[in-house]
């Protein structure tokens, strides 16, 4: 009855080792408190993946131990298998949800007695998180956009707001794992500034073609990755794109690109989705410049005027409906020849139409870029002077358009 009783106290009071560091070969000991037995574990690896065999290694510090052992892990449909009277094997499952499983050990006493105890071991299951190419499964929907800025797709506003980001799950390769990306949306200015940048982080995946799983995986990523909290179960399809208040003729550029402080691993410039589109605006703006004239050729120079060097105008241009540029060409009313725009007096300058050939929107029209806001080109300028006779007048003009 003594002997009986020292057992049961033996078992019930097995101390959990203390070493459960994540280290490949680190060891969990357990260690009678009356007997100089112990049992010590060891698995193969840190982490496991889907499909991985897991081996473990029991040894027992006392040859002359009576006690029968069994390991069991908290894994839904696996169990360890022996292969020797130390070794176990485990599968674990392909479509197992990644997570901790405690290692548990069910021991029998020779007397029949059974004990199930913790060993705080754990067998670690991780999912793969290979980064897939995002040109594999990324698209926009309406419409595609385009990869060149200077071939930006136009667009009315209200298809602009209609667009949002398309994921083809079943185009994502088996075993990928998740896809963490980040959504960055620019809205650019005619002038090449950033008007406005909004960034979105969200998370993707195949299908594993059973929704009640899809959406515990779904729900496990959420709680893991804490910037990927606010995410729904809508945009692991698509994703809508901020795009309210949209200047006219504006680029709005998308640029999708993998989460790499999420899926760790080398940066690859290269896999990365960019679509630029523009906004249609009206085909008719005015605008106004202050240019700095120089007369070349007066139909009335025996007339002579002491021009001034400023002359300010109101003008009006023609827009391509598709490529967003202005007509090279554009008209002009305004005050010339004067030393201030509003510094018009006897044979000190006037009033003027102005018919300007812009060299510098011309050269945007054959997408070369120059300084934004500089107009630089030839002027004809139907003059009517003050105290003078009207006069036709042949400028080159450099102005900065406001």
Known sequence: MRKSLCYHLMFLCMLVAVNTTAQPRSTTLIRS??????????????????????????????????????????????????????????????????????????????????????????????????????????????????????TAMTLDGWQIRALHVVFQRDKIRPRMGPQFATIRTSVLLRDGTTAQTFERRVVTFRSHGNPERDRAMFSQYRKAYGAYAAISWDELRRVRLPLDSLPAWSMIRVNIEPDYTITLGAYDGSNSFTRYFRVRGPTIETGFSLGIPKVL?????????EYGNTSAMVRFYHVNAESGNRFPVSLGLGTFGVNSPIDVGVGRGGFAL???????????TFEIEIIKKINLGLEVTPFISIGKKSRVLLNAQVSLAL
Do not use: N
């Open 354 to 364: 102005s018919m300007f050939l812009d060299l510098v929107e011309l050269m945007r």
């Open 33 to 150: 408190t009356f007997e100089d037995e112990g049992i010590s574990m060891d698995l193969d690896k840190p982490v496991y993946f889907p499909g991985d065999t897991a081996r473990l290694v029991i040894q027992r510090t006392k040859s002359a131990a009576t006690a029968a052992l069994t390991p069991m892990m908290e894994m839904e449909g696996t169990t360890f298998r022996a292969s020797d009277e130390s070794t176990y094997f485990a599968i674990i499952p392909q479509t197992i949800t990644p997570g901790s499983y405690r290692i548990l050990l069910r021991i029998i006493h020779a007397g029949g007695q059974r004990f199930l105890y913790e060993t705080g071991r754990a067998v670690e299951v991780e999912e793969h998180q290979v980064v897939e190419q995002l040109g594999q499964y990324v698209s926009i929907a309406p419409s595609d956009g385009s990869s060149d800025p200077h």
């Open 297 to 305: 050729y007066d139909t009335r120079s025996r007339d002579s005027i």
